[in-house]
């Protein structure tokens, strides 16, 4: 039994066995392995440093851990998710290199930007995630308005990259609105003309998302999310009507 490689040549010569192309996957899985643990590991040996950011940008003294091996099992976190922020780029070109030989034209065209596309916006909301956090970390310990006034906030130093983490993976994830959308326009499922009549309707769910994700009684802090957001909508929706989509 064969397969295709290059499906978008149709060319006979071209062709691998199952057993290549499970040959080629798992070459690909490896590399792609080896590169997080390579990037891990160099980060491992910085992690001090990336901790002392954290706790310098949000506004923190100090933070403290209450077991003997906290301080160990922080740094190992925090060294897996920098590997695999650094290590994002080989696992795209090793995708790229087992999918690209098999894909026509076309969607060579559209796929390997499309994935670029969605690391630079990923790396976007991050970077919007770590300028927020002061806001963030002000607002929600603040006495008497989400905390209890009887209250003191003592920063663990697991608790606090946890809470980074998840606000992170959280903005990256909502930054990716363009590469969704343009990708649904690519496939027909959505039309500029659609996304422009209901204008109104995206802006006031862009509106409601930024000040879900953004807690606070000011309302400017719910801005650094939403305009962003906003403009990534302007321009999705222009290029697919400039594209005819």
């Given amino acids: 039994?064969?397969?295709?490689?290059?499906?978008?040549?149709?060319?006979?010569?071209?062709?691998?066995?199952?057993?290549?192309?499970?040959?080629?996957?798992?070459?690909?899985?490896?590399?792609?392995?080896?590169?997080?643990?390579?990037?891990?590991?160099?980060?491992?040996?910085?992690?001090?440093?990336?901790?002392?950011?954290?706790?310098?940008?949000?506004?923190?003294?100090?933070?403290?851990?209450?077991?003997?091996?906290?301080?160990?099992?922080?740094?190992?976190?925090?060294?897996?998710?920098?590997?695999?922020?650094?290590?994002?780029?080989?696992?795209?070109?090793?995708?790229?290199?087992?999918?690209?030989?098999?894909?026509?034209?076309?969607?060579?065209?559209?796929?390997?930007?499309?994935?670029?596309?969605t690391y630079v916006f990923f790396l976007m909301g991050v970077s919007a995630a770590l300028f927020s956090l002061p806001l963030f970390i002000k607002i929600l310990t603040y006495p008497g308005f989400f905390a209890p006034s009887n209250f003191k906030y003592l920063p663990s130093g697991d608790d606090l990259w946890n809470f980074v983490l998840l606000i992170?993976?959280?903005?990256?994830?909502?930054?990716?609105?363009?590469?969704?959308?343009?990708?649904?326009?690519r496939l027909g499922i959505v039309k500029s003309r659609w996304l422009y009549k209901h204008r109104v309707y995206w802006i006031i769910g862009l509106g409601l998302l930024a000040n879900v994700m953004t807690p606070g009684a000011d309302p400017i802090t719910p801005l650094i999310?939403?305009?962003?957001?906003?403009?990534f909508w302007e321009g999705t929706s222009l290029l697919l009507k400039l594209q005819g989509r």
Avoid: N
């Avoid at 160990?72 to 030989?101: D, E, S």
């Avoid at 999310?225 to 403009?231: G, V």
């Fill in 1 to 117: 039994m064969a397969l295709l490689k290059r499906s978008g040549t149709r060319d006979p010569e071209a062709r691998m066995t199952v057993v290549e192309h499970l040959e080629d996957l798992r070459r690909s899985l490896i590399v792609s392995v080896v590169g997080w643990f390579v990037c891990s590991a160099a980060a491992y040996g910085f992690w001090h440093p990336i901790y002392e950011f954290l706790i310098h940008r949000a506004g923190i003294p100090r933070a403290y851990f209450f077991y003997p091996t906290g301080g160990f099992m922080l740094g190992l976190k925090i060294a897996l998710y920098t590997g695999v922020l650094g290590a994002l780029p080989i696992v795209i070109w090793q995708g790229w290199r087992f999918v690209g030989p098999g894909l026509l034209p076309h969607e060579k065209r559209t796929f390997f930007p499309l994935t670029v596309a």
């Fill in 168 to 185: 992170t993976i959280a903005f990256g994830l909502v930054f990716e609105l363009p590469v969704v959308l343009y990708t649904l326009g």
């Fill in 225 to 231: 999310l939403f305009i962003p957001l906003w403009i």
